[in-house]
């Protein structure tokens, strides 16, 4: 019997995890006979009804014989949602499937094709979900941390250092690296990282998504995201020594003093290095705006790096999380 375990994080989602378990209904993995599941709902730090409707739905999961369960989180942190889901929530099963819970499955057999990519490839460390934007277009990532599996043997050996913005960008490099040892290149090479062929999922639909200070405090985010990993790059290549030895530093420190990379980041006088976004090259109207609105989240970012808000606290504005 193979064992999977399903982990959705969500911050404030009422309406995106509805929408999602009413399509993960129709996945034809949860039927297949000699497979057997678990369902945990991650809310990290919600105020709205994000756990009451999660429960309310996976009830309709019963006459599938799926185990399920919401867990309340009272950190809005979806690094520290994701190593309680590794860590704390789930019995150890064969493989993990992680959902953002704000994503529509959009292929019955999407979660079948991640499964069956990793059972085929089992050197594959990390298998990737392919996505569409709220435009219809193909998102350019090889793993999004919207949809994503990967081996318990994998996922149970990292743990995200509090203050790291992107639970993505950090699993997936660590898994295709080799905790640090090579690059991601090499590491495509050797077949640790894998994608699905058809487009199994979308995102950017819910209501929230068409909000300006979201647009912001996600651009803010995704800079300091950019930031902080290039540090626990640093960290885990020149201190750690990287390979077995980092794998087996992070996780000690993970247990003994989880406040280890917040307190480097703290020590650290570089800053950032201001890097254009290329898709902006075009002169127009609207490139122009945007672009203006990308320096405004650089200065955000700025002022952030000086007043230490990494972690959950990448997204914060003025008018949020305050």
């Known amino acids: 019997m193979v064992k999977i375990s399903i982990g959705i994080l969500g911050y404030n989602e009422e309406y995106g995890i509805k929408v ?15 497979y057997e599941f678990e369902i945990i709902v991650v809310s990290n730090g919600s105020y709205d009804d994000t756990v009451g409707v999660a429960k309310d739905k996976l009830l309709e999961f019963n006459p599938l014989g799926v185990k399920h369960k919401v867990v309340s989180l009272t950190k809005p942190d979806k690094c520290a949602a994701w190593n309680h889901f590794i860590h704390q929530a789930s019995s150890p099963p064969d493989y993990y499937i992680l959902l953002d819970a704000d994503v529509v499955l959009i292929n019955p057999s999407g979660l079948e094709e991640l499964i069956d990519i990793l059972v085929k490839n089992p050197q594959c460390r990390i298998c990737g979900g392919k996505i569409l934007d709220q435009k219809g277009n193909i998102v350019d990532r090889l793993v999004d941390g919207k949809c994503y ?31 640090y040892e090579t690059d991601f290149e090499q590491g495509q ?10 487009v199994i999922f979308s995102c950017g639909g819910t209501p929230r998504d068409k909000n300006i200070s979201y647009w912001i405090a996600c651009r803010k985010r995704t800079i300091l995201g950019i930031y902080t990993q290039k540090q626990v790059d640093y960290c885990m290549r020149k201190i750690f020594g990287g390979g077995e030895l980092a794998k087996t530093t992070s996780m000690k420190l ?5 406040n280890w990379f917040i307190e480097y980041l703290q ?8 890097t254009p976004p290329t898709h902006l090259c075009v002169f127009s109207v609207k490139n122009l705006g945007q672009y203006l609105a ?7 970012s700025l002022k952030a790096i000086g007043n230490n808000e990494f972690g959950n606290l990448a997204w914060k504005l003025k008018h949020r999380y305050c």
Do not use: H
């Open 149 to 179: 599996a990967a081996p318990s043997e994998i996922l149970r050996n990292i743990a995200i250092p509090d203050g790291l913005v992107m639970d993505d960008a950090y699993v997936a490099v660590t898994a295709v690296t080799n905790w």
């Open 267 to 274: 020590g650290q006088e570089s800053r950032l290095e201001f």
């Open 254 to 258: 993970f247990l003994s003093n989880p």
């Open 20 to 34: 999602l378990l009413d399509s993960l209904q129709e996945q034809t993995l949860l039927k297949k006979a000699d």
């Open 294 to 300: 990308y320096f405004y989240c650089y200065l955000l």
């Open 189 to 198: 090479q050797k077949g640790y990282v894998k994608q699905t062929e058809n």
